[in-house]
């Protein structure tokens, strides 16, 4: 990985002063809904109108919601031009080397302010939620 992501994350971290996930998006002004969605999507970012939003399944426990705000965080900032979706890899525009990087910038936001054990995020990023 060319990106330092944990020296991002600790700079985000320490700009914004709080590790939730909530409190980075609200600083960074997106806006997170909440949504019905099918089991196999947890989330995804949209901007809509100059203005971006996370939509996260409203089904998922709270940890979870945290890991995949978190984890679309990662691709606001990390990713800011990437705009294609990715249903369990399933869209030929999906390049893994993107949702490594998201996952990990999640794992790491996630292991400043989250009690889960971070294998516990590992695997929910990378299985999907069942």
Same mark, same amino acid.
């Given at each position: $990985?060319? %990106?330092?992501?944990? +020296? %991002?994350? %600790?700079?985000?971290?320490?700009?914004?002063?709080?590790?939730?996930?909530?409190?980075?998006?609200? =600083? +960074?002004?997106?806006?997170i809904k909440t949504e019905d969605m099918p089991k196999h999507v947890n989330g995804f970012w949209k901007q809509i109108l100059k203005r971006k939003f996370i939509f996260v399944n409203k089904d998922l426990c709270e940890w979870q919601q945290k890991a995949v705000i978190a984890h679309e965080l990662g691709h606001i900032m990390l990713h800011p031009y990437y705009c294609h979706f990715c249903i369990d890899c399933r869209s030929y525009y999906c390049t893994q080397k993107y949702e490594d990087e998201a996952?990990?910038?999640?794992?790491?936001?996630?292991? =400043?302010? $989250?009690?889960s054990e971070e294998v516990f995020i590992k695997l929910f990023l990378k299985e999907g939620w069942k």
């Open positions: $990985m060319v %990106r330092n992501i944990p +020296l %991002r994350v %600790r700079n985000l971290v320490n700009l914004v002063g709080s590790s939730n996930p909530y409190d980075i998006a609200e =600083y +960074l002004n997106i806006k996952d990990f910038f999640s794992v790491e936001l996630c292991s =400043y302010s $989250m009690d």
